[in-house]
């Protein structure tokens, strides 16, 4: 009995200690510089850790894209910030994590009975493809993402916009999709028959907006 009692101890231990090593971390460039009163400090903090340029601005709403300190500079994303009661705050990301990409729009979007923002992404990465059973080669891997911030959090749902997986030139995969909108919804039309796995699109996304 004491040994039963003495192993039911050391398993709590443990449980508790794994418990307190869980510790879920927002992204660096997330929890760095998260609201400010003016938008110089934004940039003041943000240079502190990465070379920050201005992309794009709409009234209330400013795009900063992120360059590693290092040599040779890197483009890590854009961070969008929204002006909130007086404050600047981080209301959207995007981070490349290695790939190239291309800021193809910022706008303002209302859908249903809430106000965000769109921001468009163009990306373009390589991928490895199973041609036939046995063998795989290099492709090219270009999407176009539509991502919806409501400026309330960094989180930014997104909607495929196009897809296309070529080799040696030759569409692979392919998709194009025809965005609309309902309350808290992006449905995405489009014809699947080619898609692939690497175009493989959901006809919904949830948008998880606040509703105000």
Known sequence: MRWLLALIVLLSVAETADARRLVISEPPMVRRCPKFRAWNQVMTCLNQHYNAKLAKELKGAKLVTLFTKNTPSVDSGVLLYVERAGQWQLGGRFETYGGEYTVLGLTTITIGRRSGYRLDIGQVTPVSVMVDALAAVMGTHRIHRAMFC??????????????????????????????????????????????GPYCNINPKVYLGWVTK
């Open 150 to 195: 409501s400026g309330d959090s960094y989180a930014c749902p997104e909607a495929t916009v196009s897809c296309d997986v070529t080799v040696e030139g030759n569409a692979w995969h392919v998709f194009r999709g025809t965005l609309s909108f309902e309350e808290n919804i992006v449905n995405i039309a489009g014809d699947r028959e080619h898609t």
